[in-house]
């Protein structure tokens, strides 16, 4: 019997007699998995948790799917979606606290829309997504919505231009918001 040769479906089958065979699977759909998971959470650590947990569930409930005349690929992609989601909500959920200085810049986080009625699980949120941006686009948002600088104090610490702190601002905004929206969207 060789199993390169076999289904998706049918090595599936076969695992739960041979469980060894399940790392055929593993090796034909980690790549793939990975590549988006990372793509999605930009963090290896996180990729490989969601997509361990993806086979983890995969394996879990492969027998109810054996049964069924389903194809494994639209499966397996629903499962790992799921297990996307769980990942990203639990970023949602963190909380992490803020110090009085960037409480008291609430008006610069309205100007993000992301303040108003903004739980602590939000702002978490907003800081998960500037650990996720990184660099000099969070270091931006970071002065001019959290700490509250004027175009002018920016360009003197970062050494820049006026004009060049605007258009940084303007398009470290554009990322965040590109970036938060990314993640809002994997609410299932």
Not at 38 to 51: G, H, P, Y
Not at 162 to 178: E, G
Request: hydrophobic residues 35%.
């Amino acid at each position: 019997m060789v199993i390169s040769n076999m289904s998706d479906k049918e090595i599936l089958k076969l695992s739960y007699k041979k469980p060894s065979c399940f790392g055929e699977l593993f090796d034909r759909h980690y790549k793939r998995f990975m590549r988006i998971a990372q793509k999605t959470l930009r963090s290896t650590d996180d990729a490989e948790d969601v997509v361990q947990e993806t086979f983890v569930r995969i394996y879990k409930y492969g027998k109810k799917f054996s049964s069924n005349k389903g194809e494994f690929a639209p499966w397996s992609n629903t499962i790992f979606k799921n297990c996307l989601a769980d990942q990203i909500n639990k970023y949602k959920k963190s909380t992490v606290a803020l110090t009085e200085e960037i409480e008291s810049t609430s008006p610069y986080l309205q100007t993000l829309g992301l303040q108003g009625e903004s739980s602590e699980s939000d702002r978490g949120y907003m800081q998960f997504v500037l650990k996720k941006i990184g660099g000099a686009t969070a270091e931006i948002i970071n002065l001019r919505y959290i700490l509250g600088k004027s175009f002018k104090e920016i360009s003197k610490i970062l050494n820049i231009k006026n004009s060049t702190a605007r258009v940084r601002v303007h398009r470290s905004k554009k990322i965040f918001m590109q970036t938060y929206n990314q993640f809002n969207k994997y609410e299932w």
